[in-house]
């Protein structure tokens, strides 16, 4: 198994740019989250999903969107990069949302 | 106030010493309790899990939990430089809850 796996590793963006940072988990889990995580501030909870189809805001949705099409998929899309928006993002499933979180390896985006 | 609460130290300790990192937390309903490790440039994985109020052992590792005081720590026994890492602490409540972390380096 792969686990949760993240594409791309890094990424540069301009402001006012758009992206989509991927995200597959090959463990049938229902729960999706994705996480920014910034310098001596933890991880911050952006969205979650908790099944195909369904989302909800985290802490911090702004700025972000994101779909859950599939038990497997979860991708997150910036639509107008902004400097504020220049974090590490993690994505992460688990099979309940008192469980065990598996996470992936992390996107480093940078937004100039 | 912060939900979780966790000393972002940096916190660096001599090999084979006794580690303990600590977080405190607001709200009493919360009931699962975690410890997370990430090292640098990585994604965080669990290293501990607790129910209950008291102590978890798994080898060098020992999670406690005292409900009353709303205090988890972590301690780390013969602390080895490849426990070098960030350590998080998190909670469930809904969606889980993480601490800043603590950034601890274990110097040989």
């Known amino acids: 198994n792969a686990g949760v796996t993240q594409t791309p590793k890094f990424r540069i963006l301009k402001i006012g740019q758009s992206m989509t940072l991927q995200c597959t988990q090959d463990?049938?889990?229902?729960?999706m989250y994705w996480y920014r995580q910034d310098p001596g501030m933890g991880l911050k909870l952006i969205y979650y999903?908790?099944?195909?189809?369904?989302?909800d805001k985290g802490e911090v949705p702004n700025g972000y969107n994101v779909s859950r099409s599939t038990t497997e998929d979860f991708p997150l899309r910036l639509e107008l990069a902004a400097p504020s928006q220049t974090s590490v993002y993690f994505c992460?499933?688990?099979?309940?949302?008192?469980?065990?979180?598996?996470f992936g390896p992390g996107t480093r985006l940078t937004v100039l | 106030q912060k939900e979780v609460e966790q000393d972002p130290g940096p916190l660096s300790v001599p090999e084979g010493a006794i580690v303990s990192l600590n977080c405190t937390y607001s709200n009493s309903a919360f009931q699962y309790f975690m410890w997370y490790r990430q090292y640098s440039r990585k994604g965080p994985e669990l290293l501990m899990y607790t129910y209950s109020s008291g102590n978890k052992e798994d080898g060098r590792f020992t999670a406690q939990v005292d409900k009353s005081s709303k205090y988890i720590s972590l301690f780390i026994r013969d602390s080895q430089p490849s426990d070098s890492a960030t350590y998080l602490c998190a909670t469930v409540l809904g969606d889980m809850r993480f601490g800043a972390g603590t950034r601890l380096t274990v110097k040989p």
């Open positions: 999903s908790v099944g195909a189809g369904i989302t």
């Open positions: 463990m049938n889990h229902n729960y």
């Open positions: 992460a499933s688990s099979d309940r949302n008192y469980n065990e979180q598996f």
